[in-house]
Nanobody, 124 residues
Framework: QDQLVESGGGSVQAGGSLTLSCDAS?????????MGWFRQAPGKEREGVAV???????TYAESVKGRFTISRENGKKTLLLQMNSLKPEDSAMYYC?????????????????WGQGTQVTVSS
């Protein structure tokens, strides 16, 4: 059973919006965990997009501040990423991840479990 399952990706024109969702109902390592969104474009390293810590504190990459919003719902079992004012440079595979740290950094090293990803393509 997949532990983290992303959905909601797709193709959109620049300036448009998408909402990504991650189902974490299969993640049972701990009742309290932080979550985050990362992305990887072709030929580039995976980068952090946004993190929401166990108690709700959020952290965003500078490139998405003011445009993206990370949140959790459904008793913290669903992770969302609301993406507005999308740009072509936001095109990437987006991954949901979980961390057992109470306040992880926006870095891969602080996260240990990953979904399969959902593709976001923004055309100009």
């Amino acid at each position: 059973q997949d532990q983290l399952v992303e959905s909601g990706g797709g193709s959109v024109q620049a300036g448009g919006s998408l909402t990504l969702s991650c189902d974490a109902s299969g993640y049972t390592y701990s009742p309290n965990y932080s979550m985050g969104w990362f992305r990887q474009a072709p030929g580039k390293e995976r980068e952090g997009v946004a993190v929401i810590a166990v108690y709700g504190t959020t952290t965003y990459a500078e490139s998405v501040k003011g445009r993206f919003t990370i949140s959790r719902e459904n008793g913290k079992k669903t992770l969302l990423l609301q993406m507005n004012s999308l740009k072509p440079e936001d095109s990437a595979m987006y991954y949901c991840s979980a961390s057992l740290l109470s306040s992880p950094r926006l870095q891969e090293a602080d996260f240990g479990d990953w979904g399969q990803g959902t593709q976001v393509t923004v055309s100009s």
